[in-house]
């Protein structure tokens, strides 16, 4: 079954910052791959998703994640934190017709 | 268009009780799915619902258990309450299976206290 891995459960970041969560995977086939956020009393919002078309993937909010087969990775980029990003961000895969979420990152943004 | 709604919001329940959770997906959406959100195991697949049909189970056990309905409104059902069942419960509906690649849309949850 896949799985994914979510470096770090809290990351600071000051304001303007860049912002970098990682996430890698585990997958004998070619995976779907998501990112959530998930702000304080609320459900998630499904940020981007990879589904093996381009592997530079744009999401919502300014955020985009790169799909690197050679390193199981689909990490979460943002050029420029604001403040407003502060959220818990989840990354999940498809397996076995489920959607598998990581532990989740907490991101705090610093003024 | 209105979003995923779930009720009640909060609740509180003592162990031994039975609880019983609703979930209302977006209109047109026939796929509904429930997961369990704790600090110690984060979210955790509990099942999932498809045109009436339970398509997917996680690892719960049977105590954990749900319906849906023709119009594709959701219950799950918690029976003999634990103090480990206390969570976010949140569900998700999307318009085809939850495996597919069609966006799943989450409701804000309901937070489960058992006492």
């Known amino acids: 079954a896949q799985s994914v891995t979510q470096l770090g459960s809290h990351v600071s970041v000051s304001e303007g910052a860049l912002v970098l969560l990682r996430c890698n995977y585990s997958?004998?086939?070619?995976?779907?791959l998501f990112w959530y956020v998930q702000y304080p009393n609320q459900g998630l919002q499904l940020l981007l998703k990879?589904?093996?078309?381009?592997?530079l993937v744009k999401g919502i909010n300014g955020f985009e994640a790169e799909f690197k087969k050679s390193e199981t990775s689909f990490h979460l980029t943002k050029p420029s934190a604001h403040m407003s990003d502060a959220a818990e961000y989840f990354c999940a895969v498809r397996s076995d017709d489920k959607i598998i979420f990581g532990k989740g990152t907490r991101l705090h943004i610093l003024p | 268009k209105a979003g995923v709604t779930q009720t009640p919001r909060y609740l509180i329940k003592t162990r031994g009780q039975q609880v019983t959770l609703s979930c209302s997906p977006i209109s047109g959406h026939r796929s509904v799915s429930w997961y369990q959100q704790t600090p110690g195991q984060g979210l955790q697949f509990l099942f999932e619902?498809?045109?009436?049909?339970?398509?997917n189970k996680g690892n719960f056990p049977g105590r954990f258990s749900g319906r849906q309905f023709s119009n594709s409104r959701s219950e799950m059902n918690v029976s003999t309450l634990e103090l480990g069942d206390s969570a976010l419960y949140l569900c998700a509906s999307s318009l085809q299976l939850a495996g597919s690649t069609d966006t799943q849309y989450f409701g804000p949850g309901t937070r489960l206290t058992v006492l």
């Open positions: 997958s004998s086939v070619p995976p779907y």
């Open positions: 619902y498809f045109s009436e049909t339970q398509r």
């Open positions: 990879y589904t093996s078309a381009a592997t």
